[in-house]
Nanobody, 123 residues
Framework: QVQLVESGGGLVQAGGSLRLSCAAS????????MGWFRQAPGKEREFVAAISWTGSSTLYADSVKGRFTISRDNAKNTVYLQMNSLKPEDTAVYYC????????????????WGQGTQVTVSS
């Protein structure tokens, strides 16, 4: 089983930044596309960003384009989400996910999930 563990969440003011990390184990990390999703209280899970196994292809939700950057370090089995210019509406639990195949924005297509890390943005 592939195991994913997120970290880096916290409480920040609007306009601030956070960098989330997702450490993977139990599989061949470089074989997986990786994604970030988030879920706010009372709302559906939504796609945030994804990256191919080579890092050559990325996808972003329109709501975070220009503010968030996804990257990966296969030598460290880790994927990152740099979040800048944070807004209160970014408040959510952020989840890391992995899949065999191309990066895409449908959560059901991802096979492995972490437990999430809380991001809270104050106004």
């Amino acid at each position: 089983q592939v195991q994913l563990v997120e970290s880096g969440g916290g409480l920040v003011q609007a306009g601030g930044s956070l960098r989330l990390s997702c450490a993977a184990s139990g599989g061949t990390f470089s074989s997986y596309s990786m994604g970030w999703f988030r879920q706010a209280p009372g709302k559906e899970r939504e796609f945030v960003a994804a990256i191919s196994w080579t890092g050559s292809s990325t996808l972003y939700a329109d709501s975070v384009k220009g503010r968030f950057t996804i990257s990966r370090d296969n030598a460290k089995n880790t994927v990152y989400l740099q979040m800048n210019s944070l807004k209160p509406e970014d408040t959510a639990v952020y989840y890391c996910a992995a899949r065999l195949g191309k990066p895409q924005g449908m959560g059901a297509r991802y096979e492995y999930w972490g437990q999430g890390t809380q991001v809270t943005v104050s106004s």
